[in-house]
Nanobody, 125 residues
Framework: QVQLVESGGGVVQAGGSLRLSCVAS????????MAWFRQTPGKERELVVA????????RYADSVKDRFTLSLDNAKNTLYLQMNNLKPEDTAVYYC??????????????????WGQGTQVTVSS
């Protein structure tokens, strides 16, 4: 049984940093495409960052480029999202996702088979 568990969310002031973690059981991250999405009430879930299983392609949303960084600790089978210089518009529930995605579908929510429960990030101004 596959399970993804996120942690690390919280409340932070604008300009601050948070690091989200996503621990996987039942699968090995490096064998799959992996991503972080986020969602705010009344809006569709949007891609934050996605990485192909080869590790050769990582795509960030324009809104988070140069502020957010995805990384993977293979030994811990844990995916991270380092978020720096946070802005109020980054407030959302953040989800990690895993799937057997191909490059052409890397950024599509529908391509991911497994999802965590989400962790709330709130950035105050």
């Amino acid at each position: 049984q596959v399970q993804l568990v996120e942690s690390g969310g919280g409340v932070v002031q604008a300009g601050g940093s948070l690091r989200l973690s996503c621990v996987a059981s039942g699968l090995t991250f490096r064998n799959y495409g992996m991503a972080w999405f986020r969602q705010t009430p009344g809006k569709e879930r949007e891609l934050v960052v996605a990485r192909h299983r080869s590790g050769g392609t990582t795509r960030y949303a324009d809104s988070v480029k140069d502020r957010f960084t995805l990384s993977l600790d293979n030994a811990k089978n844990t995916l991270y999202l380092q978020m720096n210089n946070l802005k109020p518009e980054d407030t959302a529930v953040y989800y990690c996702a895993v799937g057997r995605v191909i490059l052409s579908t890397l950024t599509l929510e529908s391509a991911y088979n497994y999802w965590g429960q989400g962790t709330q990030v709130t950035v105050s101004s």
